[in-house]
């Protein structure tokens, strides 16, 4: 990574928006990398709005703040309606389709869509969509290193049920999977 790398997580509060950004975070922190973790939410929390701003570096982050981030994770619609138009040009939309019943109008962004809702409760795991769609983004991006983010994810998820750990673990997997397949 030659820059700084904005990554913006959006959607309803309960959906695990702010945890995949901490996720994030935790995994480029294990690769000795700068990063911010910047989350702000409705005063509702859950069902309210939620979204987190994660800036990974390999130099000092001069500010952990944008208007423009590059890439936006969209777990639901009002999430795009609100931050569509701040992606920067030529970035990039990873959307949960499940909830997103539209594509950007933008025609200047890449856009990557997997249904993270309708394959996490295929796997029983209604709870594990954010890290399907985590998993998926890593996997596309490269922004951390795979193998970092399996050997650290007892790390990332320490002080949690072994169960829980297995579950986020599979799920995050199923997204990798999905990626590989059909992300080309």
């Not at 970035?91 to 950007?104: I, K, Q």
Request: aromatic share 6%; hydrophobic share 40%; charged share 25%.
């Amino acid at each position: 990574m030659d820059r700084e790398e904005q990554v913006l997580f959006a959607g309803f509060g309960g959906q695990g928006v702010l945890s995949m950004g901490q996720f994030l975070t935790h995994a480029a922190m294990g690769e000795g990398k700068n990063v911010s973790w910047v989350p702000s939410y409705g005063a509702e929390m859950r069902g309210g709005t939620a979204n987190c701003l994660v800036t990974i570096a390999e130099e000092e982050i001069s500010s952990p703040l944008t208007e423009n981030p590059m890439t936006a994770v969209i777990m639901n619609r009002p999430s795009l309606d609100k931050f569509e138009p701040k992606i920067q040009p030529h970035g990039t939309v990873v959307l949960n389709s499940s909830l997103v019943d539209r594509l950007p109008e933008r025609d200047d962004l890449n856009v990557l869509q997997l249904p993270v809702t309708e394959l996490a409760e295929k796997m029983n795991n209604p709870r594990g969509a954010n890290m399907i769609l985590l998993g998926a983004y890593i996997q596309k991006t490269s922004v951390v290193s795979l193998d970092d983010v399996m050997n650290n994810f007892d790390v990332i998820f320490k002080g949690k049920n072994p169960k829980v750990i297995e579950k986020n673990k599979e799920a995050f997997l199923a997204g990798v999977e999905y990626a590989r397949k059909n992300w080309k």
